[in-house]
C-alpha cells in the first residue's frame, strides 16, 4: 500500500482537468482549431515563410497563372499572391483578435458595472448600449472612422467599439443571475469592496458566457474589418489586405480569377474556423444553450 501511495500522487498531479477534456472532446473545437491554428502559425510567421516581398512589383509576370515560380500566381502588378495572403492575414487575425480584446475590455467592466449595481446606473448604461447596437454596425465603424484617421489601429478601435455594447450586455445579463448567489452575499457581509466583488467573486463566475461571446465575435469582427478595408479603410495599399485585395480584384476579374479566389478562401476559412470553435465552447461553456446545438 506504501508504494502505491507515491504513483498515485504523482498522477493526480498531472491529471488533465474535465474542462479540458471536454474542449478536446468537442468535433467542432477540434475541426476549428485544425483550421485555424495553421493559418495563425503562418500569418504570424510572415516575410519567414513567404517567397517574395508582399509589395514588390514583377511587370514582366502580371496575371501569372497558380503553379510554377508563383504558387497561386501573380496580380495585376505581378505581385505575388502567396505572399500577399499570407501577409494579408495578419491583417486580418490582428484585427479581429484586437478588436474583440478591445471590446472585451470595455464591455466587461460595464457589464458586471450594471448587472450588479442595478437601479438607474443600470438603466442608464443599458440605454447607452442600446443606443450604440441601434446604429449599424457597418454604418457605426464608418462613422467612427469618418471622425478618426483611417489606419489599422483606428479600425481596430471602431470594431472594438461596435461590439462592445453586445459584450456588455451578455456579461450584464450573466451578472444578475449570479449576484444574490451565497458567495456574494457573503463577501459583502465581510465588508468587501465593489471592485473586489465584481472582479474576485463575479467574474470568474460568468466568464463562460464572456467567451463564447468574444470568440464568436472574433469571426464576425475580421468580416467587419475586411468589409471596411473592402471600402478602402483598413491598412491601405500597398499593405496586403484581404479585403483590399478583394477589391481590387473585381477589376481584373477575367484576366485573373484566382486573384479574387485566394483572399476569398483565406477569409471563408478563417470566419468559419472561427465561428465553429464558438458553437464548440457554447455547447461546452454554456449548458443552457447544448441542447440547442445537438
Same mark, same amino acid.
Given at each position: 500500500m506504501a508504494t502505491d501511495t507515491p504513483s498515485s500522487t504523482e498522477s493526480s498531479r498531472f491529471e488533465v482537468p474535465p474542462l479540458i477534456w471536454s474542449l478536446l472532446g468537442n468535433r467542432r473545437i477540434l475541426v476549428g482549431l485544425t483550421i485555424l491554428i495553421p493559418i495563425v502559425v503562418v500569418a504570424l510567421l510572415g516575410e519567414t515563410v513567404a517567397p517574395y516581398d508582399p509589395t514588390a512589383q514583377h511587370i514582366a509576370d502580371r496575371y501569372a497563372g497558380p503553379g510554377g515560380q508563383y504558387l497561386l500566381g501573380t496580380d495585376h502588378l505581378g505581385r505575388d499572391l502567396l505572399s500577399r495572403v499570407i501577409l494579408g492575414g495578419r491583417t486580418s487575425l490582428l484585427l479581429g483578435f484586437g478588436a474583440t480584446g478591445l471590446a472585451l475590455a470595455l464591455g466587461v467592466p460595464i457589464g458586471l458595472t450594471a448587472g450588479y449595481a442595478k437601479g438607474r446606473l443600470d438603466e442608464f448604461l443599458m440605454r447607452t448600449m442600446d443606443i450604440i447596437m441601434s446604429v449599424p454596425t457597418l454604418l457605426l465603424g464608418l462613422l467612427i472612422l469618418v471622425v478618426l484617421p483611417s489606419d489599422i489601429i483606428n479600425v481596430v478601435f471602431a470594431i472594438g467599439v461596435v461590439y462592445a455594447p453586445r459584450i456588455a450586455r451578455v456579461t450584464r445579463s450573466?451578472?444578475? +443571475?449570479?449576484?444574490?448567489?451565497?458567495?456574494?452575499?457573503?463577501?459583502?457581509?465581510?465588508?468587501? +469592496?465593489?471592485?473586489?466583488?465584481?472582479?474576485?467573486?463575479i467574474l470568474p463566475n460568468v466568464t463562460g458566457p464572456i467567451v463564447v461571446e468574444g470568440s464568436v465575435r472574433v469571426g464576425y469582427a475580421i468580416m467587419i474589418g475586411t468589409s471596411l478595408s473592402f471600402l478602402g479603410l483598413g491598412a491601405g495599399p500597398p499593405n496586403p489586405d484581404w479585403g483590399f485585395m478583394i477589391a481590387t480584384a473585381r477589376d481584373h476579374l477575367f484576366q485573373t480569377p484566382w486573384f479574387l479566389i485566394w483572399p476569398s478562401l483565406a477569409l471563408l476559412l478563417t470566419v468559419m474556423s472561427t465561428n465553429l470553435i464558438g458553437d464548440g465552447l457554447r455547447d461546452v461553456l454554456d449548458p443552457r444553450e447544448t441542447g440547442d446545438h445537438q
Open positions: 450573466a451578472t444578475l +443571475s449570479v449576484s444574490e448567489e451565497e458567495y456574494v452575499m457573503a463577501a459583502k457581509a465581510r465588508g468587501e +469592496s465593489s471592485p473586489y466583488i465584481l472582479f474576485r467573486e
